[in-house]
């Protein structure tokens, strides 16, 4: 059962414009949320993060947004930029219990030049 | 900060071998290691957690016989694929939470391991 999902597999965008990634959640536990970002045969680099308490977390040209009442959150990626291209993945863990993340399945970005 | 690494890169081996990969935390002390295996165009997928000091907790569906993890200290966790066969060919990929960090949540990522196994 996929407690987090990312249902657009991939996204295309030009370069300067803004990159939306969408990510759902059914578990109503998670409290904390991350962005990690993944390019091919790497590991996943840790993006940005945010916590149930808010409902935004800037950092740079990353823009996370929470929704908890439609259980939804995104990544804003402005302005993008042809080295933002690769697979981003949203993970979520709730505080009680292992702390284990749960990953989506990503969505592949490509920011065309 | 928050760098692990993990040894090696790349490995291909015969079928009926076993393969031990390394996953290191080189600037923080990681009481927890996870082991995530990846197949291709699809979620990392959690094999299991590595306590310090402590037996692994395997995920469902994971052989612990299989895919023995040892965590002899708070930078290093091994996972070992004994008698490994063609269906464990995949991209291995650690990670390690900082015991130093307030929400422990946050993990950090080695850069993964590409079995082949022939």
């Known amino acids: 059962d996929q407690q987090v999902k990312q249902n657009s597999p991939s996204l295309s965008v030009q370069e300067g414009r803004i990159s939306i990634l969408n990510c759902d959640y059914t578990?109503?536990?998670?409290?904390?949320f991350l962005w990690y970002k993944k390019y091919p045969a790497e590991g996943p680099t840790f993006l940005i993060s945010?916590?149930?308490?808010?409902d935004k977390n800037e950092d740079g040209r990353f823009t996370v947004f929470l929704n908890k009442s439609a259980k939804h959150l995104s990544l804003h990626i402005v302005p993008s930029q042809p080295g933002d291209s690769a697979v981003y993945f949203c993970?979520?863990?709730?505080?009680?219990?292992?702390?284990?993340?749960?990953f989506g399945t990503g969505t592949r970005l490509t920011v065309i030049p | 900060g928050a760098v692990v690494s993990q040894h090696p890169s790349r490995v291909i081996c015969k079928s009926g071998t076993s393969v031990k990969i390394e996953c290191r935390s080189l600037?923080?002390?990681?009481?927890?290691m996870f082991w995530y295996r990846q197949f291709p165009k699809q979620s990392l997928m959690l094999m299991a957690t590595?306590?310090?000091?402590?037996?692994?907790?395997?995920e469902q569906g994971v052989e612990k016989d299989k895919f023995l993890i040892n965590h002899a200290s708070l930078t290093l966790s091994t996972l070992t694929v004994t008698s490994a066969h063609p269906e464990d060919s995949s991209f291995y990929i650690c990670?390690?939470?900082?015991?130093?960090?307030?929400?422990?949540?946050?993990?950090?990522f080695g850069p993964g391991t590409r079995l082949t196994v022939l």
């Open positions: 990670s390690a939470r900082d015991r130093g960090r307030a929400r422990t949540d946050t993990q950090y």
């Open positions: 578990n109503s536990m998670f409290d904390y």
């Open positions: 945010i916590s149930s308490i808010k």
């Open positions: 993970a979520a863990s709730a505080r009680t219990g292992a702390n284990n993340l749960f």
């Open positions: 600037d923080f002390q990681a009481t927890t």
């Open positions: 590595s306590n310090e000091g402590s037996k692994a907790t395997y």
